[in-house]
Structures are given as C-alpha cells and as structure tokens.
C-alpha cells in the first residue's frame, strides 16, 4: 500500500493516494481518482455537521494559508534578523 500524506486518502477502488482538496471538498464537486477514474463525491445531506465544521476551519485558517503563499513567493525578501545567533537547545 502507499503511504498517504496529509488530505489523501486511499482510492476505495485501487488504493491508490486520492488527494482532497478541501475547496472541491466544500464545493460539492467530484474527486477523480487519476488511477482508475473512480469518481468520490460527499453525501452533503449526510455530512452536514462535518462540513460545516470544514469551511469554518477553512475560512478560520485562511490568513495562514495566504502569509505562507506570499512568503514563499518568488521575488519575496526573506524575514530580517535580529544578528543574534540562534540558542543551543538545554540538554
């Protein structure tokens, strides 16, 4: 079986990773698996609670999501630092 990284899941058909984005997630729409062509799609009326749970997450951590795309954008000044150097870590 092959190890799934964080939003895949195992195809049910192949077992192949079947990633989830969470905006196709949210929106309803279809996820396609590119091994088998097996097409997932949420039961809404089934999954009310949890995909509401999911979009306020979503919109909670979407400040996150943008400060991590801008910095590591191209073209973007990396952070300034104080000079000091960083601490051992205590043994």
Known sequence: MTAMRPGQIPCPDCGLPLPLPIEAVLAG???VCLGCGM???VKREDSQ???GAL???????????EA???S????TPAP???GRRARR???
């Open 29 to 31: 729409q279809a996820i």
């Open 39 to 41: 097409e997932l799609q």
């Open 49 to 51: 609670t949890a995909l």
């Open 55 to 65: 979009g306020r997450w979503y919109e909670e951590t979407a400040p996150a999501r």
């Open 68 to 70: 991590a795309a801008a």
């Open 72 to 75: 590591s954008a191209p073209g």
């Open 80 to 82: 300034e630092t104080t």
């Open 89 to 91: 870590p205590r043994r």
